[in-house]
T-cell receptor, first 111, second 117 residues
Framework: SQQGEEDPQALSIQEGENATMNCSYK?????LQWYRQNSGRGLVHLILIRSNEREKHSGRLRVTLDTSKKSSSLLITASRAADTASYFCATVSGSARQLTFGSGTQLTVLP | DAMVIQNPRYQVTQFGKPVTLSCSQTLNHNVMYWYQQKSSQAPKLLFHYYDKDFNNEADTPDNFQSRRPNTSFCFLDIRSPGLGDAAMYLC????????????????FGPGTRLLVL
């Protein structure tokens, strides 16, 4: 069953602006991961944040995790047209170890 | 470059005609996964292998089967495709979680888009 819900479902911004996507989940997690998917392609791993971490950075990406609220956010700074894609959060819970994906946010960056 | 390869990229089959999708990896990862992704939806895990150990998700239809003859290859067999099986099928790999690990990054192939006529 789907663990994560993401909002917004779709986001359209101008190049150079920041994009923020949010993910909420229902059960306790071991870690939360963010993936990117270009149209008609496979998923690419962006960043992993563990349950005992609150914030993580990778290049123009910043991820936060609030386990008390069961939520995470992905911030993309200084967006580019090439950032246009769908972004999914995915959680790992308990002993299952496999990913459960959220519903995704479709980001469009206009040049 | 180490990677996950899926063939074919596009597959057209007829209603009820068995079809096999293939996945290979050069990452030497222990774990391989098959996901189904329908339009504008999240990927849904069908099953996965820890080495040769097969793990089926509870809600994966019996129509879907999988084989993993060796570390590098994994196949998805759809015995009698229906119109509702038209989707993107994604293969992924990861390292086997070690003691104390909290879940591994998955590496995805480009996917096979299946069309059922």
């Amino acid at each position: 069953s789907q663990q994560g819900e993401e909002d917004p479902q779709a986001l359209s911004i101008q190049e150079g602006e920041n994009a923020t996507m949010n993910c909420s989940y229902k059960t306790s997690i071991n870690n939360l991961q963010w993936y990117r998917q270009n149209s008609g392609r496979g998923l690419v791993h962006l960043i992993l944040i563990r349950s005992n971490e609150r914030e993580k950075h990778s290049g123009r990406l910043r991820v936060t995790l609030d386990t008390s609220k069961k939520s995470s956010s992905l911030l993309i700074t200084a967006s580019r047209a090439a950032d246009t894609a769908s972004y999914f959060c995915a959680t790992v819970s308990g002993s299952a170890r496999q990913l459960t994906f959220g519903s995704g946010t479709q980001l469009t960056v206009l040049p | 470059d180490a990677m996950v390869i899926q063939n074919p990229r596009y597959q057209v089959t007829q209603f009820g005609k068995p079809v096999t999708l293939s996945c290979s990896q050069t990452l030497n990862h222990n774990v391989m996964y098959w996901y189904q992704q329908k339009s504008s939806q999240a990927p849904k895990l069908l099953f996965h292998y820890y080495d040769k150990d097969f793990n089926n998700e509870a809600d994966t239809p019996d129509n879907f089967q999988s084989r993993r003859p060796n570390t590098s290859f994994c196949f998805l067999d759809i015995r009698s495709p229906g119109l509702g099986d038209a989707a993107m099928y994604l293969c992924a790999t990861s390292r086997r979680p070690t003691s104390g690990s909290v879940g591994e990054t998955q590496y995805f192939g480009p996917g096979t888009r299946l069309l059922v006529l």
